[in-house]
């Protein structure tokens, strides 16, 4: 969350919990302006019940203050999520210092009572391979958890048909297009054109990249053929193997926007795994 001192704020800490009383304690003076320091909730069952933490929950907040020697670090972290790069932001509460340090992979947010060790990761991005129904779904419910979207599809009537969320949309071959993105390990990939000569080329692709999550619309006989395909195309088993297919949890799903439930729970439950 950020806040100015005449209590405007955007964001959230513990939403709605202590924001009122924070936002108060920085508008007395109560906590200073000029160095990082770490405010509890949840110390005791008196507290709990005044500001509303019913879970009797504890919660550190750590508050920075924001200067023109933060820009620095904070330009640094924009633009390396705009490059879809991983960074590391380390801060010293008692020096009230930040770094900011490339990173591989995803690492946990941790705080050990004297530094804070804030990780920012790429913006989680959704490619889905065919513009039709199942898509616009998709789309709607993947934008909601705040990823990236962009559909792609060879044949440009479905393109001009689209009536589907605010999105990228990409003409051209699928695996051409996966090419120019530039797959990267924040980036799930999903076949949903029913078009084996679509699907099968933005597979191969995608298979063979760093995508951490590729899937494939189909039902378990479909699968089956896909998957002779993929062999008779010479596609390492090892790269095969990567396929979730038939996409999704298997939840009994049939419309549309059950389908694109599924999918989105199964996305939901790897991430939280890894």
């Known amino acids: 969350m950020a806040c100015i001192e005449s209590g405007e704020q955007i964001g959230s800490v513990s939403g709605g919990c202590v924001e009122e009383d924070l936002l108060e304690r920085i508008r007395r003076g109560d906590i200073a302006a000029s160095c990082a320091q770490v405010v509890e909730y949840g110390l005791d069952p008196d507290q709990n019940e005044r500001l509303g933490l019913p879970c009797g929950g504890r919660i550190s907040v750590l508050v920075e203050p924001f200067d023109d020697s933060s820009l620095q670090w904070a330009t640094g972290v924009i633009d390396a999520l705009k490059a879809r790069r991983s960074v590391l932001r380390q801060v010293d509460v008692a020096r ?3 770094q900011v340090m490339p990173v591989d992979g995803v690492l946990e947010t941790t705080f050990d009572g004297s530094t804070l060790r ?8 959704m490619v889905l391979i065919g513009a039709g129904q199942l898509a616009v779904a998709l789309a709607e419910l993947a934008q909601a958890l705040d990823f990236e979207v962009i559909v792609t599809d060879p044949r440009a009537q479905m393109l001009q048909l689209w009536e589907g969320p605010d999105v990228t949309l990409r003409g051209g071959m699928p695996d051409d297009v996966i090419r120019e993105l530039g ?8 076949t949903l054109s029913h078009d084996p000569r679509i699907d099968d080329m933005a597979l191969m692709e995608a298979l063979e990249q760093e995508a951490w999550y590729v899937g494939a619309l189909g039902s378990q006989k479909t699968t089956e053929k896909r998957l002779l395909r ?20 298997s939840i009994g799903s049939k419309t549309p926007v059950e389908i694109a439930v599924a999918v989105m729970a199964e996305l939901i439950q790897l991430r939280r795994q890894t």
């Open 96 to 98: 009230n210092v930040t």
């Open 118 to 125: 804030h990780f920012f990761g790429a913006r989680q991005r």
């Open 183 to 190: 797959i990267d390990a924040h980036t799930a990939v999903i």
């Open 230 to 249: 993929l062999r008779m195309l010479e596609l390492a088993e090892s790269d095969i193997a990567k396929l979730h297919a038939p996409v999704g949890l």
